[in-house]
């Protein structure tokens, strides 16, 4: 069995692609060529690798055509954003294919009105990123209904774990939060810190995604979460992560506005604004039933795992 995974050097293929090989597939990973996964062994020695670069292949009308030419039995796409990229890479796997497992996000579902959430809630999704991948899964699903194209869609919380800054207990991707819980200094959170987070282990999302290769039969057409076991709330993960460094909580509740003039950066304002906005909470019984989905990771126990890994690069001291 040959598996093709597009953007195999990133969070999800550093955990899915030694999986694959685990598994028994004949594994290339499409890449830009200008990254290594997070986490080396020497598994890594038995893929291949091919150098593209998507942008321009898709520009060419060439990108689709080279990745059918593989002769696939698997494609895991990781990197594909919006309708256009999408559009030319299944029309080349058109029966050619056994599966395209395609990564969305749980931000496709924009705000949810039940929670945790199930995949079969309507869409509602804001801003560009979580617009693009619901219009990508829509695509997906409509092409499966009219033509049987054998498409798999995963959605995934926040990707956690070492080797890359992740989402903090303040919703933004600023390190020194973590380094002032360490230090045992008080931190910020917005409103009352009830507003609640779904981060998730690289390593539990490449679970998603071999599972639903191994359980083809039951993910065709059908979309999973790939998140934690519970979502947890901003003042929640922060407080255990407080304890984790051995230290006393320390956090203060600003209202908005204020929040925003203590953090002043507007990055780090607009992402958590983003992540105060979705307040992810969702569901992860469809995977658990279908693909026999079971998290090694708590979202604390994620983040954990990641600071270690911030410590030990230096990212943050304590």
């Known amino acids: ?125 804001f801003g560009n990123y ?26 995934p919380g926040h990707i956690t774990g070492p080797g890359w800054n992740f989402i903090n207990p303040c919703g933004n991707l600023d ?10 200094e008080a931190i910020y959170l917005p409103n009352f810190g009830m507003e609640t987070l779904h981060n998730v282990h690289a390593d539990d999302v490449a679970q998603v995604f071999m599972n639903s290769i191994l359980y083809f039969n039951r993910a065709l057409g059908e979309s999973f979460h790939a998140v934690a076991p519970a979502a947890t709330s901003m003042r929640g993960i922060a407080e255990k992560m407080y304890q984790w460094f051995g230290c006393e909580a320390k ?3 600003l209202p908005w506005e204020k929040w ?7 990055g780090f304002i607009a992402s958590t604004e983003n992540h105060v906005r979705h307040s992810d909470n969702y569901s992860m019984e ?11 990771y708590t979202i604390f126990e994620a983040m954990c795992d990641g600071v270690e890994s911030m410590l030990e690069r230096g990212i943050i001291t304590i």
């Open 260 to 266: 925003c003039e203590a953090t002043k950066d507007s």
């Open 1 to 125: 069995m040959k598996a093709v995974v597009i953007g195999g050097c990133g969070h999800i293929g550093t955990y899915l692609i030694p999986r694959l090989l685990e598994n028994g597939f004949e594994v290339t990973n499409v890449t830009r060529g200008k990254s290594k996964p997070y986490k080396m062994s020497g598994m890594w020695t038995w893929v291949q690798s091919l150098v593209m670069d998507r942008t321009q292949e898709e520009k060419e009308g060439s990108f689709g055509k080279k990745i059918a030419a593989l002769n696939p039995d698997v494609v895991v796409d990781l990197i594909a954003y919006n309708i256009e990229s999408l559009d030319q890479i299944v029309h080349a796997l058109e029966g050619k294919v056994g599966q395209y497992v395609y990564c969305s996000s749980i931000w496709a579902h924009g705000s949810a009105s039940t929670v945790p959430a199930p995949e079969i809630l309507p869409r509602h999704p």
């Open 130 to 155: 979580g617009i693009g991948k619901a219009q990508c899964e829509e695509y997906l699903h409509r092409a499966y209904r009219k033509s049987r194209f054998p498409e798999t869609v995963i959605m």
């Open 286 to 296: 469809k995977a658990r039933c279908l693909l026999n989905y079971n998290p090694r």
């Open 175 to 184: 390190p020194k939060v973590f380094e002032k819980i360490g230090r045992g």
């Open 251 to 253: 956090i203060e509740y």
